[in-house]
């Protein structure tokens, strides 16, 4: 199943990618009735004095307390994956972002919130932009910061697992509805 075949849901897409192997950009859509739910999900699994989950910083075994958690949210997983085909990361970013947004128009999503990174916003939103023109999007779009919003970790957790590899790999395509190859 792919972000466009939960349509009649109207979800809120969460993004957050990985650069470790090939380029991975994972989206979690997550439907509004169910957005409280799992927000209350992701800060309990917060440790004392912890402003985010970060799949990179955690310990083993709370990677995959982590991991176990998520596998209860009712989150669509795609991973959408461009290898070296694209010379740069920046291509390889561009590339999925469009095909993102075109399966956000096809699943006519309601908001996508893309992990901040102050060094791909301005070319995030250009690409945006230009997509949701052409295609003539209503979807809203920003970014922020996993501290102001605790879903994004479910995009990281699954993108760091997946480029980890073995066990943590076979848990993240157990999340994962679908991987989109560009």
């Given at each position: ?9 109207r979800?809120h ?35 004392p ?6 799949m990179?910083?955690?310990s083993?075994?709370r ?9 209860e ?7 959408y994956?461009?290898?070296q ?23 006519d999503?309601?908001?996508?919130l ?19 023109r052409r295609?003539?999007?209503?979807f809203?779009y ?5 501290a ?5 970790c479910?995009?990281?957790?699954v ?13 993240a395509e157990?999340?994962?509805d ?5």
């Amino acid at each position: 199943m792919n972000i466009e075949q939960r349509s009649p849901r109207r979800g809120h897409v969460f993004v957050d990618e990985s650069k470790r192997r090939d380029y991975l950009l994972v989206a979690a859509v997550v439907v509004p009735r169910e957005i409280a739910a799992a927000r209350q999900v992701v800060r309990g699994l917060m440790l004392p004095g912890q402003r985010r989950l970060h799949m990179v910083k955690e310990s083993q075994s709370r990677q995959r307390k982590i991991l176990s958690a998520l596998e209860e949210l009712d989150a669509s997983i795609t991973l959408y994956r461009a290898g070296q085909t694209y010379r740069t990361e920046l291509e390889r970013r561009e590339v999925c972002l469009r095909r993102l947004v075109e399966d956000m128009k096809a699943g006519d999503h309601a908001r996508l919130l893309l992990e901040r990174d102050e060094t791909l916003v301005r070319s995030d939103r250009k690409v945006i932009q230009h997509e949701h023109r052409r295609l003539g999007c209503t979807f809203r779009y920003d970014h922020d910061t996993a501290a102001q919003e605790p879903l994004l970790c479910i995009p990281d957790a699954v993108a760091w697992a997946f480029s980890r590899g073995g066990d943590f790999r076979r848990r993240a395509e157990q999340l994962t509805d679908d991987v989109v190859d560009l």
